[in-house]
């Protein structure tokens, strides 16, 4: 079974603070997702990371896929209130399947 | 709006009740999977198609609930004789490119 930990399970931060949130296996993926959750509603897709060693930067957000694809990390800076959200990690080892991670929810106070 | 849709949002059943699920994927999407949700955790997977075909079912996924997807076009999911830890979100999600997938808004179900 192919396990993905996300940490820290919970962060709550102060607006303009700057963050980082780790996904981590023990398996290599071939390619790792990240999306952010609200509640009662379906995760949205923020990133897709394939090669190892890839950094994409989307805004305020960096995104890095380790060199042996199977850790990755999203960093926010300058958080804003409307980052607030539920973090999802998804790596993917075929076509058919993937597996999440249980997120970490951030918490930005203003 | 050309996103995954899910019908319905919410449901609310009896135990012993069946309840089926409908997921509208994205329209040009050849891939549709099913993921269960409970709180505090990750989407669990449940199954995958590929057009119609049902390529990847979950161990999880009990005798009582099945999938389809006629034509390769929207899916249901059917839960048969519902029970208490059925209740979940559960979401759909279709892509075209091999690892990206598209959520919808799922479907909340509280069994009582």
Redesign the interface.
Known sequence: TQL?E?SPQFLSIQEGENLTVYCNSSSVF??L?W?RQEP??????LV?V?TGGEVKKLKRLTFQFGDARKDSSLHITAAQTGDTGLY?C?G?AN?????????TTLTVKP | DTG?SQNPRHKITKRGQNVTFRCDPISEHN?L?W?RQTL??????LT?F?NEAQ??KSRLLSDRFSAERPKGSFSTLEIQRTEQGDSAMY?C?SSFS?????????T?LTVT
């Open positions: 993905l996300q071939s390619s997702q999306y009662g509603e379906g995760p949205v897709l897709t394939v999802l998804a993917w076509a058919g399947k993937s597996t999440f991670g249980d997120g | 995954v891939r999977y993921y505090g955790q990750g989407p669990e997977f995958y590929q390529l990847e979401l999600a091999r690892y990206e997938q598209y959520f919808g808004p799922g909340r």
